[in-house]
């Protein structure tokens, strides 16, 4: 069982940053792919990126690609995902998620994290 807090949500003005964390309380956080999806209101929950359970890998949805970065420390239990350049459409609740059995290369799909935390807003006004 795997305990899922994020952290590090706000408002802030389009062109800013943001620094989301989750932390991840129980054992074995190093055998999890770690994940960051968000939903926007009247949408439907979105991958954004993932991370490999090493952390050599990771996985952009095109839409956040070269503006957000997403990094974990295994020693800390705590995944990271730094947002640059933000803008009106990234405001949705951020959500990390574990998956613990999927090979990376299916690190997009939603149905395949097990875990959930229970997200934090992010604002970007123009």
């Known amino acids: 069982q795997v305990q899922l807090v994020e952290s590090g949500g706000g408002l802030v003005q389009a062109g800013g940053s943001l620094r989301l964390s989750c932390a991840a309380s129980?054992?074995?956080?190093?055998?999890?792919?770690m994940g960051w999806f968000r939903q926007a209101p009247g949408k439907e929950r979105e991958f954004v990126t993932a991370?490999?359970?090493?952390?050599?890998?990771?996985n952009y949805a095109d839409n956040v690609k070269g503006r957000f970065t997403i990094s974990r420390d295994n020693t800390k239990n705590t995944v990271y995902m730094q947002m640059n350049s933000l803008k009106p459409e990234d405001t949705a609740v951020y959500c990390c998620a574990a998956d613990h059995r999927s090979s990376f290369d299916r690190s997009g799909r939603e149905l395949d994290y097990d875990y959930w935390g229970q997200g934090t807003q992010v604002t970007v006004s123009s």
């Open positions: 129980g054992r074995g956080f190093s055998s999890y792919v």
């Open positions: 991370i490999s359970r090493g952390g050599a890998s990771t």
